[in-house]
């Protein structure tokens, strides 16, 4: 038997046993019924199943069922489907995404090329780096008005950093040797930076932009979470407020693989460009 | 500066609010009505565009006499024509617009005209939007992202003071509801009912300003307990209390419906009791607008409000109680189990220590934003330090809470008004006379004023 395949089935048998442990665990408490006034028992809610509480995987799968069944329905302006949901997170991480590497990306070159900016634009970067996104976000709403433009911003602020280190990183570290054959090949600085550092550097720079796109995904669902009307977390939100874990659950595992396909792409993109020395 | 002075008293000043104290005073004690206020302020308005300068306009007047004045500038602006004029249902000016909710059922009229249909029938078409925290919403308001808005009877007059926040004009068109609210314990304090008792507890509200603080804070200090230095207050947005409550973050809330009786659905808390019993009509929560919005959409302003006055009008009957509470529970709006809401909505409700409770009014929705109430919710900002010095009360509340606009738009769509507050202000027994604020704010024995 393959690795391959010995590790598959290990993977199998671990779900199958984070499964049962879930099922034992949820199984309904067979504790005798009180005797309670019927009308207090109704008004409790008590004479039928009731929907909070941790789910068996059993209704697990049934809320599965059901989201994924119609998952762009819009049923008003605070209730649309999980598909609609997702797609307005996306777009804003892409928007925020986007206009982070638009900055990043030539002040990381510049930042790269030149120890002198290096030396300048580095206590600010090391200030700024470690800051929460989010604790930017009240600042963000007093400024800028607008609370999507705050979450996208958001976005840009926790993306910018990894691609930004990654870019300067990248440019710094190309080999002497490239550059004096450009250097002897009379190519002029333009030529050198697109033909020579970026491709040297291109596999240093995406993995800064994956790491990005990884914390943005991380990102958005706590921004939505505190700004709210649309997206994945606000989903979550939502669900929170009915106190609904099955769905909270279900966008768990929602916000799991769309950010699971989000690194595979990057994955692809970064084997593109990689080159062996 | 209010629109509502008496621009024919050489006295009073139109550029600030200095002279207007006695004028209002007055004005109260003759009993102004809706029309003679419109019409006041259209003459306000006139006067103002005539004479830009106090000074100037002070000189006039004193030199020919208020009413020789008066007789003056109504033989050369047709006055009555426009006031007539303003009281005729224009054209809206905005017909789409934003409106922020928080899901809980102290904003049911505002909730349910949108499933019922009375905005509809005013010609707007309102976007619902659910928001998750007061201060989210305090700052979308002041953002203009959303044209009005849900918020706690309080926030509109701390916005305006500038207190929490930057300083922005508001007005409150109605009050959402009355009572409403409750105390709620986690069920370990079953046995520990006496408030004397809760020296180290953490108890949650939804946001600073807010009748929950206030109450909370009162209730508590009339037990002896300073809310300050013996318990703990948190801020906590409403739809996180029953989870918090759960995760034994705190030990109980003074918080909104439904989250008092989803505690219990949840079996996790019991009502400890109504703030009904603390104050029977105590506000919540208002339908608050930016000043500025309301002068630049008059006419979309007052179909909002006759849309939200006949629902709250509809609300107030306990018949259709049960049919709201069916239009109101969808996950586009509270997202809660109907049984949970027409338990808040009829008043017949399980308490969470096995008892059945039937308190027809547990919730009211009187519409009319009382001047009154508006002063004791300054009156306990003073008390606990949220405004220092001398507070005008009712010279700030009477630019902010527009009753008169509400009774005069409720007489519109036939919606009887009471001329004066149904229900005197007692709260835990001891009566609020409006005219003795700092008395009274004097009177209590623990406060930071």
Redesign the interface.
């Known amino acids: 038997m393959s690795q391959r395949a010995k590790s598959a089935i290990l993977s199998c048998l671990l779900l199958a046993v984070v499964l049962l442990a879930w099922h034992v665990g949820t199984l309904p408490k067979g504790g005798a019924a009180q005797a ?2 019927p ?2 028992a ?4 008590l004479d039928k199943p009731k ?2 509480g941790l789910p068996t995987p059993a209704q697990m799968g049934t809320t599965i069922a059901k989201q994924l069944s119609d998952p762009f329905y819009d ?5 649309k489907g999980i598909g609609i949901q997702i797609a307005y997170s996306l777009s804003r991480v892409a928007l925020g995404f986007v206009l982070a590497a638009l900055v990043a990306l030539p002040l990381g070159f510049a930042i790269g090329l030149s120890p002198l900016i290096h030396g300048a634009l580095d206590p600010f970067i090391q200030v700024l780096k470690p800051i929460s996104p989010l604790a930017w976000m ?1 600042l963000a ?2 400024t800028i ?3 999507t433009t705050s979450s996208i911003f958001v976005i840009f602020v926790c993306s910018v950093w990894p691609m930004l280190i990654n870019t300067a990183h990248g440019v710094a570290n190309v080999r002497r040797d490239w550059l004096n054959v450009a250097k002897t090949l009379e190519a002029g600085t333009l030529r050198t930076a697109f033909q020579v550092i970026l491709p040297a550097a291109a596999p240093v720079i995406l993995t800064g932009m994956r790491i990005s796109m990884g914390i943005a995904w991380l990102v958005i669902v706590a921004a939505e ?5 649309l997206g994945i977390g606000y989903f979550v ?7 609904s874990l099955s769905n909270v659950i279900f966008a768990i595992l929602v916000i799991g693989v769309v950010g699971m396909i989000l690194d595979f792409l990057f994955g692809i993109a970064q084997r593109a460009v990689a080159y062996v020395e | 500066m209010s629109l509502f002075d008496n621009p024919f008293n050489a006295e009073s000043s139109l550029g600030c609010a200095c002279g207007r104290h006695a004028s209002a005073a007055e004005h109260e004690a003759a009993g102004r009505d809706a029309e003679a206020l419109s019409g006041q302020a259209l003459q306000t308005a006139v006067v103002k565009a005539l004479f830009p300068r106090d000074a100037e306009r002070r000189r006039f007047l004193r030199a020919v006499g208020s009413n020789t004045a008066m007789a003056a500038i109504a033989s050369l602006f047709p006055l009555g024509a426009l006031q007539a004029m303003a009281q005729e249902k224009g054209k809206v000016e905005k017909k789409d617009l934003k409106v922020g909710f928080i899901p809980i059922t102290c904003a049911t009229p505002l909730i349910m005209s949108a499933p019922l249909g009375f905005y509809e029938k005013q010609g707007l078409n309102v976007t619902l939007v659910k928001t998750a925290g007061w201060a989210l919403i305090r700052d979308k308001v002041m953002n203009k992202e959303y044209d009005a808005s849900h918020l706690l009877a309080p926030m509109p007059l701390a916005i305006s003071l500038g207190v929490g926040s930057g300083a922005l004009p508001m007005n409150v068109a109605t009050i959402q509801n009355s009572n409403g609210q409750a105390i709620t314990l986690a069920l370990k304090h079953k046995d520990n009912r006496d408030p004397r008792k809760w020296k180290g507890m953490k108890f949650a509200v939804p946001f600073e300003f807010s009748m929950h603080n206030f109450l909370l804070r009162y209730y508590v200090a009339e037990h002896g307990i300073d809310p300050d230095r013996d318990i703990q207050i948190r801020v906590v947005p409403p739809p996180e209390m029953v989870a918090n409550l759960r995760a034994g973050n705190i030990d109980g809330y003074l918080g909104p419906d439904p989250f008092n009786q989803r505690a219990v659905y949840d079996q996790v808390g019991f009502i400890h009791l109504l703030t009904k019993e603390l104050w029977d009509g105590h506000p919540c929560c208002s339908l608050g607008v930016r000043a500025q919005w309301v002068k630049d959409n008059p006419n979309t302003f007052a179909a909002l409000y006759r849309a939200v006055l006949n629902a709250a009008a509809m609300a107030a009957d306990p018949g259709n109680r049960s049919t709201i509470a069916n239009a109101i529970a969808p996950a586009n709006y509270l997202n809660q189990p109907v049984p949970v809401l027409e338990q808040v909505l009829t008043g017949k409700f399980a308490d969470g220590l096995g008892n059945v409770k039937n308190v027809p009014d547990r919730i009211g929705f009187d519409p009319v934003p009382w001047n009154a109430l508006g002063v004791w919710i300054l009156s306990q900002m003073k008390r606990w330090g949220y405004l220092k010095g001398d507070v005008r009360y009712k010279d700030i509340v009477e630019q902010v809470y527009l009753v008169t606009d509400a009774k005069k738009r409720m007489k519109e769509e036939g919606i009887l008004a009471p001329a004066d507050m149904p229900k005197r202000i007692v709260v835990m027994g001891k009566p609020f006379d409006a005219a003795k604020a700092d008395a009274y704010v004097a009177g209590f024995a623990i406060k930071r004023a």
Do not use: I
């Open positions: 309670v006034d009308e207090y109704r008004l409790m809610g929907s909070d049923a008003g302006s605070n209730d009240p709403l007093y008005k607008d609370s979470m505190l700004v709210g009307n939100w939502n669900e929170w407020n009915n106190l």
